[in-house]
């Protein structure tokens, strides 16, 4: 990962977390795995490099973790958005998406 990824990435860690979260609860490797296969190779996040940001999250109000027993019979902690999560996460995709046009419109792409 280049050094503008990296940025780009730690810029937008809160909204990918909370974008995993979207649809249903999930624990932390979970979450790990399902951002690292919609990156499709352009970042990889290690195990590791979420706890802190999804102990800050909860911490925010934005997700609410329980621990749960899964199938394998061992307990995880699960985290799912609070409706100030879901909030923060459709904005934060607002100013995304509106910062993603000014950048192909001051770039120069075709389809801005």
Known sequence: MTAGNKELVGAST????LGALRER???GYEIVRQI???AGGIFTWQ???IYPLL?????????RAKWEESTEGRK????????DGRAALEEGARQW???HRIILRLAGASHA
């Open 14 to 17: 809160a909204i990918l977390i």
């Open 25 to 27: 609860p999930s624990y």
């Open 36 to 38: 690292n296969r919609e």
């Open 47 to 49: 195990e590791g490099t």
């Open 55 to 63: 102990h800050k999250l909860e911490k925010q109000g934005l997700v």
């Open 76 to 83: 995880r902690k699960y985290y799912s958005l609070t409706p």
């Open 97 to 99: 998406e509106s910062f």
